[in-house]
């Protein structure tokens, strides 16, 4: 039995017959946002770090179509929503008041308002193949897949950082789930065969060549299925430890202090910073082995290291991805950590590419001794960020 599985990739021609199926009328188009894979670097792009994250090939599918009132109506034909047809006025979106699922499309209607666009109407029926909760950026797939849509139905000029900027507000004003740019940021800027080394402070993106199949290798992805929620008071919790600890240090944020200066921290914030202050000097030493002609196996052993010290020092594992990691590295992998907020959701681990089945397998085994859900595993290709499909 094969346990990697690639997800299915979502029709166009499906999505549209959806659309006119709900709406009575053809799409204008249809885009496609990826969801994203970060190698290292977590918890860090709120702190002024660095992260490196790619793109991927799975996404989220938006047929969209402008109307002449200010009235939005959503689709999904995801099974995980109780609600899965949404329609609202954009007036009445308002800041705070999550509007369940819709708040990540919706709520770019309301960041575009915010900054004094004039903003149209939209029917949008959408899909999408990547998990929900599993730390691999459903979110951001929605919200960025529908800012490229409004974007080119409205016709405004937008950088693709400011493209990223809607989706994260949305995210974070409306959705209510108070993230940093980084996913939104991999989802509009992701280049097929790159990950990106991104500076949050300058929002500077280094496009880095990251082509694991060239070497042999294969960046493979276990999803323990323990779901996880941006928007549960622990994401919130460690940011806040995060500010916390850059005032008692004098320093607009944790990118200004150095593992020296923690001492007189008590004990937690000490941990909490070490982890992200460390995070974000092994993304500068990740990219530095990617780029100087080491064999990228050499970053194995970056990312284990990324994975204790989430488990250790910020307290965002949990016993299933834990087992996953140290698994996924006794089977074979060079190196294995969980990837996103945390709390659950997947785990990487950089295998040779004729050994992901059988690291997948293995986390298989154990997941299922240790009683926990079975693990689904794809490799991670990466891909190209938000687009205009049709
Ligand atoms: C989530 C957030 F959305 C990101 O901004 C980032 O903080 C990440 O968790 C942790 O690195 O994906």
Do not use: K
């Amino acid at each position: 039995m094969t346990t990697v599985r690639t997800p299915r990739p979502r029709s166009i021609d499906e999505l549209a017959a959806t659309f006119r199926d709900q709406f009575d009328a053809d799409p204008d188009g249809v885009w496609f946002a990826p969801g994203r894979v970060n190698i290292i670097g977590e918890h860090t792009d709120y702190n002024d770090g660095f992260v490196l994250p790619i793109a991927l090939a799975e996404g989220t599918w938006v047929a969209a179509r402008r109307r002449d009132d200010d009235t939005v109506r959503l689709h999904t034909d995801s099974p995980d929503v109780s609600d899965p047809t949404v329609t609202l006025r954009l007036g009445d979106v308002h800041e705070g008041q999550s509007v369940g699922w819709a708040s990540y499309a919706a709520g770019v209607g309301w960041a575009a308002a915010q900054r004094g666009l004039d903003v149209p109407g939209l029917d949008l029926a959408v899909t999408s193949n990547v998990p929900t909760g599993a730390g691999l950026s459903s979110s951001a797939a929605l919200s960025c897949g529908t800012a490229r849509a409004w974007v080119d139905l409205a016709g405004w000029s937008l950088s693709d950082t400011e493209v990223a900027d809607l989706g994260r507000d949305a995210e974070n004003h409306i959705a209510g789930a108070p993230t940093g740019l980084m996913d939104q940021l991999a989802s509009v800027c992701g280049q097929a065969g790159h990950a990106m080394q991104i500076d949050t402070r300058s929002v500077q993106i280094t496009q880095i060549p990251f082509d694991l199949t060239a070497q042999g290798l294969a960046l493979l992805v276990i999803d323990s299925r323990a779901p996880h929620a941006l928007v549960s008071g622990e994401y919130a919790e460690r940011r806040q430890s995060c500010q916390e600890a850059a005032q008692a240090l004098g320093v607009s944020s944790l990118r200004d202090a150095s593992v020296s200066d923690l001492d007189d921290l008590p004990d937690l914030l000490q941990r909490r910073a070490r982890h992200v202050i460390t995070d974000s000097a092994r993304v500068e030493q990740v990219a530095s082995l990617l780029t100087d002609g080491s064999d990228p196996r050499t970053i194995g052993p970056l990312l284990t290291q990324s994975h204790v010290s989430m488990r250790n020092d910020f307290e965002i594992t949990v016993p299933v991805t834990d087992l996953i990691a140290e698994t996924a590295v006794r089977a074979g992998a060079y190196g294995a950590r969980q990837t996103g907020g945390g709390f659950g959701g997947c785990v990487i681990a950089l295998v040779d590419d004729d050994a992901a089945e059988t690291v997948a397998q293995a986390c298989v085994a154990a997941a299922s001794a240790g009683g926990f859900n079975q693990p689904t595993s794809f490799v991670a290709v990466p891909s190209d960020g938000a687009r205009r499909l049709s």
